[in-house]
């Protein structure tokens, strides 16, 4: 909304299978073959869908990306192994950025020594967490009782790091309600891989499978030095999904012109929740993107 107050013509994309973005022309959500995907999927077809859709019906050369955590993991997918769509975007703003994830300090952790088949027998072969059901119940519980939302906002800290000062919790029941709004289990997957392997790379189907997919045993790693786009990196202190040292490993990795932020005490979600987003971070970009 400020960017669009500020006169920007803003078009707001959602990744595919969540609660926003599941009609497709052929298969029903209800089909396995709808889930079939993770990030890659995301980065090959859905980034220069929408990004020729924009250009196509403004009529503009090039636009503004703006990624948040995942939204920057397929961004950086996507311009680096695509040149004709990188020179689409004239600045990628990457905001809490994901690509390496060997140093997150999350549950998910634990997750990632799980062998792809248990994730498929423990949550099936289509959406991950279907409904969302964990949050909307914590939305409707724990997120609403005072004695109760202590157990709600440690939650939230526990998957994406500490900043209990910078959370409008009277805003909580809301925020759960909509966020997270699902994926497919494949992707999970692909998450778990590349927190348990520290690569960036593309989903692993074992050697068999890779084989099939790519023509090699192992899965091609991505390689963002590749990408021309230049990139405005904004990393938080505390964030346990986009942890520092990552952020830090990934910027060795670019060769594209880049300027860096580290925002101290914000956590992960602060980039799009925080109480003083507003201040530190959303006004500076709106006198970028003017400037």
């Given at each position: 909304f400020l960017l669009a107050d500020a006169g920007f013509d803003v078009w707001l994309g959602n990744s595919r299978g969540n609660t926003y973005s599941r009609r497709h022309k052929t298969l029903s959500p209800k089909n396995p073959k709808f889930w079939?995907?993770?990030?890659?999927?995301?980065?090959q077809y859905d980034i220069p869908a929408a990004i020729d859709y924009i250009i196509h019906t403004t009529g503009q050369q090039q636009l503004y990306y703006i990624g948040h955590s995942q939204g920057?993991?397929?961004?950086?997918?996507?311009?680096s192994q695509n040149q004709q769509i990188a020179k689409k975007v004239k600045l990628f703003i990457a905001l809490a950025p994901v690509a390496y994830l060997g140093h997150t300090e999350t549950p998910l952790k634990i997750l990632a020594h799980w062998p792809a088949q248990v994730?498929?027998?423990?949550?099936?072969?289509?959406?991950?967490?279907?409904?969302n059901w964990f949050f909307k119940l914590m939305a409707l519980t724990a997120c609403r009782d005072k004695l109760t939302l202590p157990i709600c906002t440690n939650v939230l800290f526990l998957l994406c790091?500490?900043?209990?000062k910078n959370l409008n919790q009277s805003r909580l029941p809301v925020y759960v309600s909509h966020s997270p709004a699902?994926?497919?289990?494949?992707?999970?997957?692909?998450?778990?891989?590349?927190i348990k392997s520290g690569k960036y790379q593309k989903y692993d189907y074992g050697p068999v499978g890779n084989k099939q997919h790519y023509g090699q045993k192992t899965?091609?790693?991505?390689?963002?030095g590749n990408m021309k786009t230049?990139?405005?990196?904004?990393?938080?202190?505390?964030?346990?999904?986009?942890?520092?040292?990552?952020?830090?490993y990934l910027k060795t990795q670019l060769h594209t012109r880049y300027n860096s932020t580290e925002?101290?005490?914000?956590?992960?979600?602060?980039?799009?929740?925080?109480?003083?987003?507003?201040?530190?971070?959303?006004?500076?970009?709106?006198?970028?993107?003017?400037?």
């Open positions: 079939d995907w993770s990030w890659d999927e995301m980065a920057t993991l397929i961004g950086f997918s996507a311009f994730y498929f027998d423990v949550f099936g072969d289509k959406d991950f967490l279907p409904s790091g500490y900043d209990y699902g994926t497919s289990v494949k992707n999970m997957i692909h998450y778990s891989q590349a899965p091609p790693q991505y390689d963002v230049p990139v405005l990196l904004y990393s938080a202190v505390n964030d346990w999904l986009a942890d520092p040292k990552d952020v830090s925002i101290p005490k914000w956590n992960h979600l602060d980039f799009t929740w925080g109480i003083d987003a507003g201040k530190i971070l959303y006004s500076q970009l709106i006198q970028i993107l003017k400037s």
